[in-house]
């Protein structure tokens, strides 16, 4: 036991030291995600004031500031509230056998570095896309996933406006991605990772873009747009799943993309009751009960 608890106060400690460090650029630039989430942000949001596609939202567009707290929340407040406990699990896990190699379906280690790259980046995504439909499928997920799509106006700080529960979920499926390729994560993942909150911010941006002919491997702001409708297909929990690539959902018929007008309305039925205030929406989705069949 002292061995774990041990575990849960280096990683604990290691995280804030490190996000501190982050933010007095005391790590390479390469891995500062606190500013580069900064520059990314400014970047993406100057481009949405310049060439707004919905030119009648506000600059500071509804909800702009509680969208700007969650995206620190959950990128460095949680990530550093739940450290400890990742480590435990990691630990755990190795005591009883459980390693990444156990998992491996290839080991990645002798490829180019731009094929290893672009591998971890498809499988990661792939897993974010499967686990994004679960939050769909399933109610029970769905009640923390209503988080993200209470947005009414889209902009880019929605990208990590998202119930902190959505992290205990997305991570061990994305570990089990990186677990398949033994434990494999390439030296310039954090080429991935940039790119991915800089595509993620662009799909939730005021902008409309859709990458032309890419369309149909890239995700982009229309196709997401429609993620967030009010109005779904009938018969359909979402459409359009996808992260950074909306390859996947071409490919499984989850593609849904009518119009690009950019006016519909976003949001979902019942959104009323949901909590306005983050503290509010920090402890939803706990007492959910399934209805009973009659």
Known sequence: MEKYLDAFVSAFNGTIQWTWKSIIFEVPWYTNYFWGLIAISLFVWVLEIIFPWRKEQSIFRKDFWLDAFYMFFNFFLFAIAISGVYRVLQ??????????????????????????????????????????????????????????????????????????????????????????????????????????????????????????????????????????????????????????????DYLFKTAYVPEASGTIEIGYPGEENLPKTFLGQLVHGFGYRPRKKL
């Open 91 to 248: 630990l755990f896990f190795s005591d009883i056998g459980v390693s990444a190699k156990s998992l491996a379906l290839v080991d990645p280690s002798g490829w180019p570095s731009w094929v290893q790259l672009l591998v971890f980046f498809i499988v990661l995504d792939f897993v974010q896309w499967f686990t994004h439909i679960l939050l769909h499928k399933y109610p029970v997920l769905w009640q923390y996933h209503k988080i993200h799509h209470s947005v009414k106006e889209m902009g880019f700080a929605a990208h990590l406006r998202y119930h902190w529960m959505e992290n205990i979920l997305y991570k061990p499926l994305k570990t089990f991605g990186v677990m398949i390729l033994g434990g494999f994560e390439p030296e310039q993942a954090y080429i991935v990772h940039f790119i991915a909150i800089a595509i993620g911010h662009f799909n939730h941006a005021n902008i409309k873009i859709t990458w032309g002919p890419l369309k149909y491997v890239l995700n982009n702001p229309v196709m997401h747009l429609y993620h967030h409708a009010y109005v779904l297909p009938k018969g359909r929990s979402g459409v359009n799943f996808g992260i950074s690539l909306s390859l996947w």
